[in-house]
């Protein structure tokens, strides 16, 4: 068997900083620590931050008053802000940049007086915060039905958003039906959807031809995870989504001589260079890591843990 690792794969910018902030406050202040939704969407990450003290709420009415609360990278909306200030809980705000861009944008056109159309899925974190923005102005649409069910004029203005971790080809089917039905439907200044999706999705479509079976690695409310795996299924490679090793299954390797392992955005390293080693352990697998790729991007910290770090460092 030959293992093929796809790069880039895995953590992007905006989880790196929503992890390293969780981790620099559980060093800085300890637990008890809270986060509002998942940190990032993946088990092993959470359940790792379980074990140190940290406690993960749906709600913030479930945070002590005048404890901190750390917004997961797939951001809140103005009204959990709003609730969090009324129990004087000390926010830390681990939002992604790249879902804030789209939570300007909402906020900008909605001033306008535009018609704003939501690509996205209903009830994913990320969705319900940027519709929270300008829930007057928004209408969120997961399919070409949705658009179709929608009944603007052409004196609207109009324009399209998407969330960030979409496949590229899935939006641009909503996108043409949008297009389709109302022409005069602009298009956001820059793409939503965010680098580190539009390069782990390039990769798979790129090396999932070349083998008989592909591994994402990562959890199974992961948007980025599961679109990886749609996408090498469509392009006919079968796919299969796992969080970690436990998951391998022998009865998927029958007839299989090359598997491409990639992982979403949110998905530790340790748990994809764990399963390849299973692999090689039990089928006796090559690896060969394709070429390693530096996408370049970085983010700091939130504002108020650099001001708290600063503040502690004597
Ligand atoms: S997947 Fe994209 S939008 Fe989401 S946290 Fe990573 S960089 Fe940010």
Redesign the pocket.
């Known amino acids: 068997m030959k293992v093929i690792l796809a790069n880039p794969r895995g ?5 790196h ?2 992890i390293d902030t969780v981790q620099e406050l559980i060093d800085l202040i300890g637990p008890p620590l809270w986060v509002f939704h998942e940190i ?1 969407h993946n088990k092993h990450v959470v359940e790792r931050f379980i074990e140190q003290g940290v406690t993960f709420v749906d709600s913030i009415d479930e945070v002590p008053e005048g404890q901190t609360v750390v917004f997961s ?2 951001g809140v909306s103005p009204a959990v802000r709003e609730r969090a200030k009324a129990r004087s809980l000390r926010m830390i705000d681990a939002t ?4 804030t861009k789209v939570h300007v944008e909402a906020r900008r056109y909605a001033k306008q007086g535009c018609k704003i159309l939501l690509v996205g899925h209903a009830g994913h974190d ?1 969705v319900e915060g940027t519709f929270g923005e300008a829930p007057d102005a928004i209408t969120i649409v997961e399919s070409p039905a949705d658009v179709e069910a929608t009944n603007f004029s052409a004196d609207d203005q109009l324009i399209y958003l998407t969330q ?2 979409l496949s590229i080809d899935d939006a641009n089917v909503i996108i043409g039906a949008i297009k389709a039905k109302y022409p005069h439907c602009k298009a956001p200044p820059k793409e939503d959807i ?4 539009t390069n782990r999705q390039h990769a798979v479509r790129d090396m999932a031809k070349d083998a008989d079976l592909t591994l994402v690695v990562g959890s199974q409310n992961s948007s ?1 995870s599961v679109r990886l795996t749609e996408i090498s299924e469509t392009d006919g490679t079968p796919a299969r989504l796992l969080d970690d090793k436990s998951g391998l299954d022998d009865g998927w390797f029958e007839g299989v001589e090359t598997v491409l392992v990639t992982a979403g ?2 998905a530790p390293d340790d748990l994809v260079q764990a399963i390849v080693q299973e692999l090689a352990d039990r089928f006796g697998a090559e690896v060969e890591e394709s070429t390693p790729v530096d996408e370049g ?1 970085q ?1 700091a910290l939130p504002v108020t843990l650099r001001v708290m770090k600063s503040q502690a460092t004597p």
């Open positions: 953590f992007c910018a905006g989880v900083m929503a990032v990278a797939h992604c940049p790249l879902v990320e960030t971790t965010c680098y580190a999706t980025n955005a949110s991007m983010f």
